[in-house]
């Protein structure tokens, strides 16, 4: 099901508003219809999967290339695909997941803070949490650290409590000396890393911190409004 899944990803999306989908959707279990039940013969042969149905994604001079990179069959095994990294342990958790973390110092003590700062939001606001990965940079003097947020996107309530999680994980990681948050470095165009992560950030005050509550609360209202 998972090749069939890959492999008619285009086809998919197409069909957002089909009646086959619909009828899944309907059932009690739609998952359990999908990977287990009498829906999933029709759904299979509705995806319509294969390498060159695939493609058709791609621009006409690259279709080969890519028609015979997905022939492969590693391409549509989930454990190879995993063990290698290619498709990361948060695509396989139970709900869609929100990136948290940043970059900083590459000493112990500093990272354990990070984890602390990032979980303790997570579990203050009864969202679940885990540790996604760490990358070193500049021979180890800088860490790259990932973790994430896990949260039913259909349901209002946990979109909230993930708004008000990712605030709170900002306040705490700007407190942390060294720690930029990943937010704040995406999306600044074409540039070296070292001129934004350079020098360190000394981490916000008390005072500085509660200004940066009131930036937020300018931008985005109160609270009670995430």
Known sequence: MIKSLILGSSKLASMKDSSLLKMIAEEED???????????????????NSP????????EDLRDFFEKLYSKPELTDSIWLHNYRILPCRMERKHMWMYRGGYMPGDKKTIMKVVEA??????????????????????????????????????????????????????RQFAI?????????????????????????????EEEL?????LIETLFGGEDTW
């Not at 739609?30 to 287990?36: C, D, I």
């Not at 000396?177 to 005050?205: A, D, N, W």
């Open 30 to 48: 739609p998952l359990k219809a999908v990977f287990g039940g009498p829906m999933r013969k029709h759904f299979e042969k509705g995806l319509a």
């Open 52 to 59: 060159k149905e695939l493609v058709k994604v791609f621009d």
């Open 118 to 171: 990032l979980e303790k939001p997570a579990q203050q606001y009864d969202i679940d949490g885990a540790f996604g990965f760490l990358s070193y940079l500049e021979r180890g003097k800088l860490a790259h650290l990932e973790y994430d947020y896990y949260y039913d996107h259909t349901d209002p309530d946990a979109r909230k409590r993930v708004n008000k999680a990712i605030v709170e994980s900002w306040r």
């Open 177 to 205: 000396k060294g720690v930029t948050p990943l937010e704040f470095i995406c999306s600044k165009g074409l540039h070296r890393k070292e001129h934004i992560i350079y020098p360190l950030l000394p981490g916000l005050s």
């Open 210 to 214: 509660g200004h940066f509550e009131e």
